[in-house]
């Protein structure tokens, strides 16, 4: 059963940073790409960042490109996002995701095992 453990969230003020974290197991973890998602508060879900199984490829969305980073260290089975210069727009709960396949996608259709998410708060 794959099982993946978000961690790293809390509460940051605008401008700050933030590294959340991701632990894989269940499948061959160097297999898949991986994602990170996020939900506001009476909002759907919405697409942050990708990164392909090998890592040599990832993918952001428009508002967070330049200010937050994806990674994976394939040995430990981890995936991070390092997340800068925040702002309180960036409030939500943030999961990470594992893709059905191994390149970058966007869309959560593409992933078929979810984190239960960790909370961002970002005060002004």
């Known amino acids: 059963q794959v099982q993946l453990v978000e961690s790293g969230g809390g509460l940051v003020q605008a401008g700050g940073s933030l590294r959340l974290s991701c632990a894989a197991s269940?499948?061959?973890?160097?297999?898949?790409?991986m994602g990170w998602f996020r939900q506001a508060p009476g909002k759907e879900r919405e697409f942050v960042a990708a990164?392909?199984?090998?890592?040599?490829?990832?993918r952001y969305a428009v508002s967070m490109k330049g200010r937050f980073t994806i990674s994976r260290v394939n040995d430990k089975n981890m995936v991070y996002l390092q997340m800068n210069s925040l702002k309180t727009e960036d409030t939500a709960v943030y999961y990470c995701?594992?893709?059905?396949?191994?390149?970058?996608?966007?869309?959560?259709?593409?992933?078929?095992?979810w984190g239960q998410g960790t909370r961002v708060t970002v005060s002004s």
């Open positions: 995701a594992s893709d059905i396949g191994s390149y970058v996608n966007s869309s959560t259709s593409a992933y078929d095992y």
């Open positions: 269940g499948r061959t973890f160097s297999s898949y790409a």
């Open positions: 990164i392909s199984a090998t890592g040599s490829i990832t």
